[in-house]
Nanobody, 124 residues
């Protein structure tokens, strides 16, 4: 069974950058759609970005387009989320996920595997 572990979260000032990593173990991610979601207390988990198995196709929620970049290194069994020009409204717990179907990758319930989450806090 695939296990996912996120890292790279932290506290950053508005306008700053962070790079999240998601390392997989217990299986290979090369055959899996990968995604990033975020959640704040009292709200549903929100889609942030997704990437196809080969990395050739990506998708982003409108609020992060042009600022965030999702990528993957299948040889390292790792997924990344580069976050630039961060805003206070990006503050959330960020989760990596794996295992959705390609046409459904915006839906959290479609993912089979989840990490434990990493906190990102952006101060104004």
């Amino acid at each position: 069974q695939v296990q996912l572990v996120e890292s790279g979260g932290g506290l950053v000032q508005a306008g700053g950058s962070l790079r999240l990593s998601c390392a997989a173990s217990g299986g290979t991610i090369s055959s899996e759609i990968m995604g990033w979601f975020r959640q704040v207390p009292g709200k549903e988990r929100e889609f942030v970005a997704a990437i196809s198995r080969s990395g050739s196709n990506t998708d982003y929620t409108d609020s992060v387009k042009g600022r965030f970049t999702i990528s993957r290194d299948n040889a390292k069994n790792t997924e990344y989320l580069q976050m630039n020009s961060l805003k206070p409204e990006d503050t959330a717990v960020y989760y990596c996920a794996a295992g959705a179907a390609e046409m459904l990758w915006r839906r959290a319930k479609q993912y089979a595997y989840w990490g434990q989450g990493t906190q990102v806090t952006v101060s104004s």
